[in-house]
């Protein structure tokens, strides 16, 4: 794959396509840890004189948080010191009027690259190059940087569309990634201990399956709806409420799977041993075992339990590899922060190599100030994906555009 130091950047027109989509509350972006990510590439090719076409896309149609790219302008440019312009333009006529009266050192952000059509869908590489977008900026490009890690499992125009068009480039946060999450699922140092946690059940139980059935790891713990899902399996009843509305988020038919799972790799994954439910917005902690389980029927389950976090800290300072994904419980309320915070804290208080992923994981992670974690990854599904051992379109995307131009190195 091309590295930034492979290139000479002066002058030339780069399309840099990173992921800054980031969590909004009542329309104002409330995190900046992606645009911090990014920064390390941004500055190297500013500095070298490129001319910069920043291309990032911001939640999906129809979604509270689906807005423009001008609040990301403003915060790239405090945190730059200098101003990236918000151009409310994609690939228009406008748009390639900006891009073309860039000078050495400036950069541009192009408007929510899902404004477009083309953005929204998953195409081959092929089908990607032929959209309107990549042909109407391709003239205007010389060079592709991604450093868009979190969106590296889509296969979408601004993703891959350029790779067979214009040398593609890996970013610094790419490139950090892909080093650390290979580290985590190829080493051979055990104990090596995953947390899945989350809403993203049916990924999660990709991830265990494969992770166990090729070796990769020697314990699972479980959280969030995945813990729900997986504690199901094992025969424990989680209450009509928690039943329906597993139901109505279409996770229930998911059981037999995890059962599967469970069956085949007896006993690698383990399940939370108590929760707390909202009881008229109290916490309250249930044991599986105890004759208050009969509370689960009437009250939504929001958090793994103390004794849960107890028993998951004590594998976690004896793990030697630790791969985490998804938080254990709906964080966000601060009731219910003990089971994410605690694990995560437990994490960091580790001597293992931990690798941790997930936007709600990130957030908590910095809400919360936890330190000590190795490797904090900006990706979720990504990193999802990347841990069921599937292909991710962008990596491959990058080999294939170092096949085509590897011979213009140092050009």
């Known amino acids: 794959m091309f590295r930034l130091g492979d290139f000479d950047y ?15 509350k009542d329309g104002k972006i409330i995190s900046d840890a992606r645009f911090k990510a990014v920064l390390p590439t941004l500055l190297y090719l500013l500095e070298h004189g490129a001319k910069v076409v920043i291309g990032t896309h911001q939640s999906k149609p129809y979604k509270g948080d689906y807005i423009t790219t001008e609040q990301h302008a403003e915060i790239l440019s405090s945190l730059l010191g200098q101003e990236v312009e918000y151009v409310e333009d994609i690939f228009g006529k406008y ?18 690259l899902r404004f477009s059509a083309e953005e929204v869908f998953y195409k081959s590489l092929e089908e990607c190059e032929r959209t309107f977008f990549v042909k109407k900026l391709s003239p205007l490009i010389d060079y592709v940087v991604n450093d868009a890690f979190a969106a590296a499992h889509r ?10 068009l214009k040398p593609m480039i890996v970013g610094y946060l790419m490139e950090r990634e892909v080093k650390a999450l290979t580290k985590a699922y190829e080493t051979g140092e055990k104990p090596r201990v995953y947390v899945l946690g989350g809403a993203k059940v049916d990924d999660s139980l990709k991830v265990a399956e494969n992770v166990l059935r090729k070796g990769r790891a020697d314990l699972i713990l479980t ?29 229930l038919e998911l059981v037999d799977w995890a059962e599967d799972i469970l069956d085949e790799f007896y006993p690698c994954v383990r399940t939370p041993v108590d929760f ?9 902690e249930v044991d599986l075992l105890s ?12 958090d793994i339990g103390a004794r849960t976090v107890e028993k998951y800290r004590e594998v976690l300072m004896e793990a030697k590899i630790i791969v985490a994904n998804g938080p254990m419980g709906v964080f966000e309320r601060e009731e219910f922060a003990l089971g994410t915070v605690g694990v995560f804290r437990a994490i960091g208080e580790s001597p293992a190599f931990s690798v941790v992923g997930g936007g709600h994981s990130i957030a908590s992670i910095y809400q919360h100030n936890i ?3 190795s490797h904090v990854s900006t990706g979720g599904g990504a990193m999802l994906s990347f ?11 990058f080999r294939i555009s170092y096949e085509r131009f590897r011979g213009v190195l140092g050009g």
Request: proline share 5%; hydrophobic share 40%.
């Open 10 to 24: 002066h002058g030339k027109t780069v399309f840099l396509r990173i992921d800054v989509n980031s969590p909004v």
């Open 155 to 164: 296969s979408q125009p601004s993703l891959v569309g350029f790779a067979r």
């Open 276 to 284: 707390a439910v909202d009881k008229n917005g109290e916490r309250v």
């Open 371 to 373: 330190g000590g974690i």
């Open 387 to 397: 841990f069921a051992g599937e292909k991710l379109p962008v990596l491959e995307a």
């Open 95 to 112: 748009a390639r009027e900006r891009i073309r009266a860039l000078k050495p050192g400036e950069a541009l952000i192009l408007e929510n």
């Open 223 to 251: 959280g969030g709806l995945v813990g729900q899902v997986f504690t199901l399996a094992k025969g424990f009843h989680l209450g009509d409420t928690n039943i329906e509305f597993m139901e109505k988020k279409g996770i």
């Open 291 to 302: 004759e208050e389980k009969w509370l689960f029927d009437e009250y939504p389950i929001l």
